[in-house]
């Protein structure tokens, strides 16, 4: 069985602070990671991807992977009230019969506060 | 605008009744999916296609039926043998099933039994 968790929070960080959120996943052949964030009553939506080992930045938004350890995150700096949403963090497993499939975790809330 | 277009937000269904749920995508995407969020619940996979004229079983796909006559249109029948159809329903779409490729999300179907 192929599992993405995350802890289910909520985090709660003050106006302007770093949020880390984390993810670890099962599978050590996994290439694809992706990072979606969902409004309460909204649907998902896209805010990075990521491919290889390392660090990934765009504007505020950080993702990091470290595919020996299983653990794939990110970190919002100068963290704001409109990034109070959950995460999601979604995992791409390759199958053994062939293809792919995208799993998610159950998502973390994030909660920023004034 | 392109995107994907869901229809409709809100849906009651009946005891014993089928109803259909619409997905339509302008982004020339060949891959659709139809996934089920339930509170607490990561999203899970119902069913999913590649290419027009084919669709594979995801998860959860017992209850549920799908057609994918044109490259725009993924419908989602919910029928009377799904005995719990009450969640958030969300179509996606993707370029291919690449798993390189992430996948987008409409603004998702709400389901409740009447």
């Known amino acids: 069985q192929k599992e993405v968790e995350q802890n289910s929070g909520p985090l709660s960080v003050p106006e302007g602070a770093i949020a880390s959120l984390n993810c670890t996943y099962s599978?050590?052949?996994?290439?694809?990671f992706f990072w979606y964030r969902q409004y309460s009553g909204k649907s998902p939506e896209l805010i990075m991807s990521?491919?290889?080992?390392g660090d990934k930045e765009d504007g505020r938004f950080t993702a990091q992977l470290n595919k020996a350890s299983q653990y794939v995150s990110l970190l919002i700096r100068d963290s704001q009230p409109s990034d109070s949403a959950t995460y999601l963090c979604?995992?791409?497993?390759?199958?053994?019969?062939?293809?792919?499939?995208?799993?998610f975790g159950t998502g973390t809330q994030l909660k920023v506060e004034l | 605008d392109g995107g994907i277009t869901q229809s409709p937000k809100y849906l009651f269904r009946k005891e014993g009744q089928n109803v259909t749920l619409s997905c339509e995508q302008n982004?020339?995407?060949?891959?659709m999916y139809w996934y089920r969020q339930d509170p607490g619940q990561g999203l899970r996979l119902i069913y999913y296609?590649?290419?027009?004229?084919?669709?594979q079983k995801g998860d959860i796909a017992e209850g549920y039926s799908v057609s994918r006559e044109k490259k725009e249109s993924f419908p989602l029948t919910v029928t009377s043998a799904q005995k719990n159809p009450t969640a958030f329903y969300l179509c996606?779409?993707?370029?291919?099933?690449?798993?390189?490729?992430?996948?987008?999300f409409g603004d998702g179907t709400r389901l409740s039994i009447l």
């Open positions: 996606a779409s993707s370029i291919n099933r690449d798993s390189h490729q992430p996948q987008h």
């Open positions: 599978d050590r052949g996994s290439q694809s």
């Open positions: 990521i491919y290889s080992n």
């Open positions: 979604a995992v791409n497993f390759i199958l053994t019969g062939g293809g792919n499939k995208l799993t």
């Open positions: 982004l020339n995407h060949d891959a």
């Open positions: 296609s590649q290419i027009v004229n084919d669709f």
